[in-house]
């Protein structure tokens, strides 16, 4: 038994990933689609497998090489492409012996390949196309022998999966000419009955030649891993969309209808298509690296049970709906103070614990929560995306240099060394079998406990009075058991400017995410935020700040 494996494609439909990355080593689960597509075919009993390239062609050749499989691998590689049909005659001399498949690269399916090599063998026609009902691409006409008549009949006939056996006979019908299409060359033998249709029944198919086609396909791959689904099962996995944040990342949850015993849900964060180094593809690989970490020290963070690193898709255990912003809606003063001394002791944890073991390396932006940083991603993010791009407020951050830099130094001097979490704010803590969960951490790096806790006690989403703010800080200083006059009263000026420093990257976040990416709904929270921020000036150094103090006071 043997097979060609149409790999020499540009790959159009999904540029620009294709410049850098052949289609055929487009990623399911972190495997190449040639690599799925050739251990079906040994699976089916193939022994010498033939792939045609063109595009890209010496990392397909790299690829091929690494692999380790049980029977021969071929590329033929065509210096111009010659169509389908051109390439199928371009391999004669290999296949003239039966039977061989013709299998399309840039498709996945549960499609019984055994079963149809079988059928054509048994059929006597020079060749049989698989076919399955899958609406967008029915246009194969088949007539009530099952002889396909023609492939021009829109939406009443069936799918061609791009996966065929043929008889080394076909070759005496092929055009005398190098290039030429198959379907084309299928059309002449349809009159005469050459043409069998292998009519698969509830069959999970798809095509991944486009971006959508590929990060659904990769939705349903990844979650049915996750969900320990065969690929027969994939099709009826229902994915909902949640509601998305101020990322560009999208959320959706996915469970499985079938065998309800069974049945539970995954959340999926999809990245998206990371094919090229990018803030995407530090993102995805952040995630996963540090989810694994935090995981693996027993902090509370969702499990992550599957992923794919190209299509930018992450499988994450479903930890349900409700956000520490949504469960306070419900308690009392005491039962709010309660809650948030628990979140506190998890956050402790999630620092203390974090740390060991952190590996710099995984952090997608900076290693550290640095001087550079907040002047940068936290000072002229609030001056350039706030102040000038929301409020419309034509300003020089250079004007306010140097109060800015004894903010930064100010935050970082005293600061209680860890992992921080950097968003650690109301929507990020979830509530999930009365237990809390820390989500969102992707942007973790070492840096000061205090600007966590500064993150959950000036949260935008949940306006915590003054007085239970002072005494829930009093409980994180008590449980870091922090008694020393000084070493407290260092403990609350960090805590300050780390307020101070946070609540300026609010600002920018919802005054860009506002502006400049149209999410309007978080203009809601800028008025609470900016009073936030006018009276944590009030509590610090007026005469070291007295410019920036003037500033704060006119928005």
Known sequence: ???????????????????????????????????????????AGCEHILINTHHLHEKIQSFVRSLRVPVKIQLVHEKEILETGGAIANIRSFVEDGPF????????????????????????????????????????????????????FPEKGLAFTGIQVLSPAIFDRFPDQKKFSSIDLYRTLCPEHQVKAYVAQNLFWRDIGTPFSYTETSMRWTAGQALDLPVTDLGPIEITPLAGDGSDRKWFRASSPREPARTRSVVISDHGICSRAGDNLAQIRSFVRIGGHLFSKGIPVPEILAFDELSGIVVLEDLGHAHLADRIKTLDRSGILSLYKRVIQRIIEFSQKGKIGFDPAWTCQTETYSRDLILEKECRYFMEAFVQGYMGIEIDFNDYIEEFNYIADMALKHSTPGLMHRDMQSRNIMIHKEKI??????????????????????????????NAQEDLLAYAIEILGIKDKIKT????RTFGFCCLT?????????????????????????????????????????????????LVRQL
């Not at 942007?443 to 949260?459: F, H, K, M, Q, V």
């Not at 009263?489 to 609350?492: A, V």
């Not at 150094?541 to 103090?549: I, R, S, V």
């Open 502 to 550: 946070r609540n300026l990257q609010i600002l920018g976040a919802f005054g860009y995410l506002s502006r400049v990416k149209g999410k309007t709904g978080f203009q809601a929270h800028i008025p609470p935020a900016l009073d936030s921020l006018k009276s944590i000036f009030l509590k610090l150094d007026q005469g070291k700040l007295k410019n920036l103090t003037d």
């Open 437 to 466: 969960f820390f989500i969102d951490y992707q942007s973790a790096r070492t840096g000061p406990l205090e600007y966590d806790l500064a993150s959950l006690l000036i949260d935008p989403y949940v306006t915590l009075a003054r």
């Open 1 to 43: 038994m043997k097979a060609l494996i149409l790999a020499a494609g540009f790959g159009t439909r999904l540029l620009p990933h294709t410049q850098e990355r052949p289609k055929p080593l487009f990623t399911l689960g972190n495997r190449p689609l040639l690599e799925i597509a050739i251990n079906g075919l040994v699976e």
């Open 101 to 152: 498949f013709v299998i399309n690269s840039d498709v996945v399916s549960s499609l019984d390949l055994k079963a149809l090599y079988e059928f054509h063998s048994a059929s006597g026609v020079l060749a049989t196309l698989a076919v399955h009902d899958h609406k967008e691409f029915n246009i194969v006409k088949i007539d009530s022998r099952g002889f396909i008549e023609n492939f021009e």
């Open 489 to 492: 009263e260092n403990f609350l």
